[in-house]
């Protein structure tokens, strides 16, 4: 079989000028347009992740705000919680003290109350014993109440121990002035001389004794003189009805009346 080298030639020339115009008309506008493409896509791409970041970083910083604001958010209702907790406590602080002054002020005016009555109902009470007794001696023994107690007195002023009548003794006769008598009533002339011999014969003296009248003393007849003292009155038995009228108006029940001994 023969070659034709000419159109081998011509053909091989035809494909050179075709892939030549090709290239010249058709690849290079096409990887132009393909590089543009990608440039375009590769700018676009680019773009995005800007946006992307940025869009990340709003969200982080809203997120940020977020947890800022719970943060604050926490904080001021702790703060509050804490300040309406202190109000509260104060509120109640401030309550129970009014209700313990509230209280104590209650307790001290029925106290007082309770000791007024008290004090009235004993100062009645020695009124009525000793009305009583001044009858009752009146009636029975034929004789006052005020005898009756001078009597009692010049014998417990001659039952004396011997180191009581001693310093007694010794007080009454120094100087600067008289021995005081306070009686709780005006004392009648022969009740008055009983004791001033009573007291002449118990410390072997005449002494110049001074008539006193004190109603304070209740029912009864007490020797002084230069601090030294001697006495006897109702006034123990008086006492202790005064702290048995106290004790009952305190609720502790009715305690048994028991006359304390007559003390100087």
Known sequence: MLIDWFTVGAQALNFLILVWLMKRFLYKPILNALAAREKLIAAELADAAAKKADAQ????????????????RASLLAKATDEANAERQRLLDEARKAADALKAKRQETLANEAKSLGKAVARRAQDEVFAIARKALADLATTSLEERIGEVFTRRLREMDSKSKETLGAALKAPPGPATVTSAFDLPPDERAKIQNAINETFEADVHLRFVTAPDL?????????????????????????????????GEGTPGAKAPPANA
């Open 57 to 72: 970083k709003d969200r982080d910083d809203f997120q940020r705000r977020n947890e800022d604001f719970d943060r604050q």
């Open 218 to 250: 209740v029912g009864g007849v007490e020797l002084a003189a230069n601090g030294q003292k001697v006495g006897w009155s109702i006034a123990g038995y008086l006492a202790s009805l005064d702290k048995g009228v106290g004790a009952v108006l305190a």
